[in-house]
């Protein structure tokens, strides 16, 4: 076998190993993709323990059944409530305005 035979095969085996290692990355890395993708499509609801701390929340949230509170909460906007509120404990009422049985609107100054 020539010197120049011995280079050319060794220069084929180097080009077709390399582009099998390019290969083989390129569909791991799909695989990964895929997996990701397919793990953040799962769309379903998750189940949230928190004990202690902040949650802060961006958006909106719907509870479908009870939420016990132990502690204080604060609420900078409104609050919609269907259905009944029951209260173990004493609760500070700000009234500004009461709609009288004659429809009128009475203004009260709270300063």
């Known amino acids: 076998m020539k010197n120049s035979e011995f ?50 929340v961006g958006g909106s949230v719907d509870i479908d059944n009870t939420v016990d509170i132990r502690g204080s909460v604060d609420v900078d906007n409104t609050v919609d409530i269907s259905g009944s509120v029951d209260v173990d404990n004493t609760v500070s009422v700000s009234i500004d305005e009461v709609l009288g049985k004659d429809g009128y609107k009475y203004y009260y100054n709270n300063y």
Not at 30 to 40: D, S
């Open 7 to 56: 280079i050319t095969r060794i220069w084929h085996f180097i080009t077709y190993q390399s582009e099998l290692i390019k290969l083989s990355l390129l569909a791991i890395i799909a695989v990964c993709l895929i997996i990701i993708v397919i793990q953040g499509y799962g769309g379903g609801t998750q189940d949230v323990y928190v004990r202690g701390g902040y949650v802060d």
